[in-house]
T-cell receptor, first 111, second 116 residues
């Protein structure tokens, strides 16, 4: 079966520290999506990666997709309390518009 | 403003009752989706629809039903056959770009369903 593993499950960092969240697929991805969610709210789209080796940045968040298109990382530089929330990766394996999501990473940023 | 609306924000259901969750979008998107989110489980796909009057089962369709009579609306009914309906339900929509997959799914604010 197709699987998507996200790590770590939770992360507590001090404000100003860098952090990385990982998402590993059991097979080659057609596309990988990163979302952020505040508890009890909808998902906010961050970035989408499709090409092997692709890297995208938005403000202090950088997402990368490896050359094999099976692993992605989300890196936050100089974290702020506003970065706190649940980060979810979503895998598209067959371009049929179905996304499979990881279980999420709960990020806490202490001031 | 364009977006996706879900109502109500909180919904209470008695045992044996069917309840319907509303999802409306004014983004002119062709595809719409329903997900269920449980603590520590991530999102799981219930149903999705790529075009009006057509929909497909997702990974956990048992105990749920949907309809897609209008492009902008995709209501989800949680039936009494769903044994564990307490969860956070999220609706999403996306354009249909002919398979290029340049676009992403946009999510509504969610509905929390509680069984009394």
């Amino acid at each position: 079966s197709q699987e998507l593993e996200q790590s770590p499950q939770s992360l507590i960092v001090q404000e100003g520290k860098n952090l990385t969240i990982n998402c590993t697929s059991s097979k080659t991805l057609y596309g990988l999506y990163w979302y952020k969610q505040k508890y009890g709210e909808g998902l906010i789209f961050l970035m989408m990666l499709q090409k092997g080796g692709e890297e995208k940045s938005h403000e202090k968040i950088t997402a990368k997709l490896d050359e094999k298109k099976q692993q992605s990382s989300l890196h936050i530089t100089a974290s702020q309390p506003s970065h706190a929330g649940i980060y979810l990766c979503g895998a598209d394996w067959s371009s049929n518009y179905k996304l499979t999501f990881g279980k999420g990473t709960l990020l806490t940023v202490n001031p | 403003d364009g977006g996706i609306t879900q109502s109500p924000k909180y919904l209470f259901r008695k045992e044996g009752q069917n309840v319907t969750l509303s999802c409306e979008q004014n983004l002119n998107h062709d595809a719409m989706y329903w997900y269920r989110q449980d603590p520590g489980q991530g999102l799981r796909l219930i149903y999705y629809s790529q075009i009006v009057n057509d929909f497909q089962k997702g990974d956990i369709a048992e105990g749920y039903s949907v309809s897609r009579e209008k492009k902008e609306s995709f209501p989800l009914t949680v039936t009494s056959a769903q044994k564990n309906p307490t969860a956070f339900y999220l609706c999403a929509s996306s354009p249909w770009d002919g398979g290029l997959r340049e676009e992403t799914q946009y999510f509504g604010p969610g509905t929390r369903l509680l069984v009394l």
